[in-house]
């Protein structure tokens, strides 16, 4: 049966990342609303944001949440980069220790599901820096500080490279297509995510090889990304690994977070894809996985906050 669903999930990849982008949207309106109870559920783990922004991008209506207050009024920002699926809800073991040193906004995915809208569609991947620029200059026209999980590591790297400019420091979490390549199990049980109408123990068996933890059908997380792979078609075309000249060109300061098992970023090949970024900092967390940002808890919020600090200015 694992060899049958992996070639099922090799499939689906293969569809997956080649498809042809269109306007990200839920498959049904039943779909849309069993999403977005598991995404309130979901975010009541995170601490009550200061303000929530529904902002106009050249791509559709991106939503943003931010937490700030009087004692961060003076420190840099910090843009939070959420992985496929996941939404600005899945920084809830991280939120709690930035917020308190930084301005942070946290932000859904344009295309993906979450709470923003698309309305143009992508031509590659590429091409989503450009409504991360646009985000950019509302929230933190100044520059920011960059943290991206999984495909948000990617897409964090990818708007590094065209507005270096505008990045205080880049923070890759378990980087997807960054560094190196998935295994391709991984990629397989990724792509067996994303087939709609699967019997629920394949789908839970996918998100726990993905995940690198058994599936909780109690922990409301869980069911947001499930219902987000089962009802919201995603329209986000797939990157290609960075090249070594894009690596090379990648002068941001940067720190990158290897999962030690599971990892989607590609383990010790992305540690070492990684060892030729210009000014970096990499590590492999002992036993995490690719939900490492979840796992590693305050661990790594007090690494992250240091990496922050060393590149705030003096702020």
Do not use: C
Not at 99 to 119: C, L, N, R
Not at 152 to 164: D, K, M, T, V, Y
């Amino acid at each position: 049966m694992v060899i049958v669903l992996a070639l099922i999930g090799a499939w689906s990849s293969w569809g997956w990342l080649t498809a042809t982008p269109e306007a990200g949207h839920f498959r049904s309106t039943e779909g849309r609303d069993a999403y977005l109870h598991a995404y309130e559920e979901s975010f009541e783990a995170l601490p009550e944001p200061s303000s929530t922004h529904d902002l106009r991008t050249s791509y559709g209506i991106a939503r943003v949440y931010e937490w700030s207050s009087p004692q961060t009024a003076e420190a840099k920002p910090v843009v939070l980069v959420p992985g496929r699926a996941s939404g600005a809800p899945m920084w809830a073991e991280n939120l709690p220790a930035l917020a308190a040193e930084h301005p942070v906004f946290a932000f859904d995915i344009i295309g993906d599901a979450g709470m923003s809208v698309q309305s143009v569609r992508f031509s590659d991947f590429d091409e989503q820096a450009e409504y991360i620029d646009d985000l950019m200059a509302q929230i933190a026209p100044d520059g920011a500080h960059l943290v991206g999980h999984s495909f948000g590591g990617r897409l964090s790297a990818s708007f590094a490279l065209a507005h270096p400019e505008d990045v205080l420091s880049l923070t890759l979490l378990e980087p997807a297509l960054t560094f190196a390549s998935p295994p391709l199990g991984m990629l397989a049980w990724t792509g067996v995510t994303f087939i709609p109408g699967l019997p629920e123990p394949v789908k839970h068996r996918a998100l726990s090889e993905i995940g690198g933890e058994p599936y909780d059908p109690e922990d409301p997380m869980a069911q947001m990304i499930e219902a987000g792979t089962e009802h919201y078609k995603a329209a986000l075309p797939q990157p290609d690994v960075l090249t070594k000249q894009q690596i090379t060109a990648l002068e941001v300061p940067t720190y990158v977070a290897i999962g030690e098992h599971s990892s989607l970023a590609g383990g010790q090949r992305a540690v070492e894809g990684a060892s030729a970024l210009p000014d970096a900092t990499v590590e492999v967390w002992p036993d995490t996985t690719h939900s490492l940002p979840m796992q590693a808890g305050e661990p790594l919020n007090r690494t992250v906050l240091e990496h922050l600090d060393t590149h705030s200015g003096g702020q």
